[in-house]
């Protein structure tokens, strides 16, 4: 497989799939002999993979069928929730201390880990030790939306490579520059991208649309290029992957791009996937300040539900939220950065039940 190539498969065994895209690329041929081989999975939360969210674990356990065959054995599979979910309980949930057990592979949390501070200019980035173990990295996102990214697939995957503090330190520089930076100093070797059932609004998942696919890239920025074509969206909508793309990450320009589709299935039908514009509306009765990806996620969802009832359109005040509320004063906001607030929902990240029943009540 060369670098600007993008292989896919589709059908229902997503295990024997994934094999198979690996055996096409030649992935064994890429991996220097002795190398110790990190799988980093999306567990945002937990929740099962149908749910739109997180990696499947039959793409995971593919892949280490696929090593373990070819004589690798020193794999572990490396990922940290995001804040407010913890990663022990996305590892159970889904299906991953099944697939250590079953394969003897070991488990890293990385909300448990120290870190290093990597980067060269003015940013640095805090990446999780366990890195320094790792001498070939398979990255394994799900391709899905996100609320405040509007797009989340193999470049952002990696802040699960980095400690819950300076996940909400991300979110105060902007996120899109510092995902940038993390990428130019975590090289991800090799790409395997979920795109089974992602979520095409939510990183958290709920509204999953199915397309029982699997692909294989060398390129991250590629990559992602293409999900933004996808979704419909620019490059420009997306501000860190042109950013990753000048730091020497990788390129972004789809002329060069190769498509090749394994076996049969219908690869035409997820040329261009539904944009869901609903999203606009909803992030329309919020206003934000580095906010962290749970506590956005947990309004959003809040705001579907009201939307549900008819009661949406009757909030009249827009919602703060974020980071840069903290010490100030205002009408209604959420999450413990607003305490100070005349009317607030409290939490770290708040439970998207709190804030549906705060927001209900405060409409009433």
Known sequence: MQANEIYRIYGKNYKEMTKQLLVEADLNSMIPEGARI???????????????ATTHPEVVAGIIEYLQENGKKDIKIIEG????????EAFEYCGYNTLSSNYGVELVDTQKENFFE?????????????????????NVPVLKGHC????????????????????????????HEPIAVLNSVIKQDFIVID????????????NPYVTDCVMAARDPVLVDSYVCRLMGYELEDVPYIGLSEKMGV???????????????????KDEILPKRYGLLKLKDKATEVDTCSACYESLIEAFMRLEDEGL???????????????????ELG????TRLFNHTIKGCPPDPDDIYNGLKAYVK
């Open 38 to 52: 990190g799988i980093k999975p999306n567990l945002v939360e937990p929740v099962p993979a149908d749910f739109g």
């Open 81 to 88: 929730s995001w804040i407010g979910d913890k990663t022990e």
């Open 118 to 138: 990597a980067g060269e200019g003015d940013l640095k980035v805090r990446v999780v030790k366990c890195l320094q173990d790792v001498d070939f990295l398979i």
């Open 148 to 175: 405040q990214t509007n797009i989340t697939c193999a470049l952002k995957n990696m802040k699960g490579l980095i400690t819950n503090a300076e996940k909400r330190r991300f979110h105060t520089l902007g996120l």
């Open 195 to 206: 795109h089974i059932c992602g979520d095409l609004d939510s990183e958290g998942g709920g």
């Open 250 to 268: 990788g390129i972004s320009d789809l002329s060069k791009l190769k498509m090749k589709t394994i076996g049969s299935g219908e690869a035409e």
């Open 312 to 330: 949406l359109e009757k909030l009249k005040e827009k919602v703060c939220i974020g980071q840069g509320y903290r010490g100030k004063t205002g």
């Open 334 to 337: 959420v999450g413990n950065c």
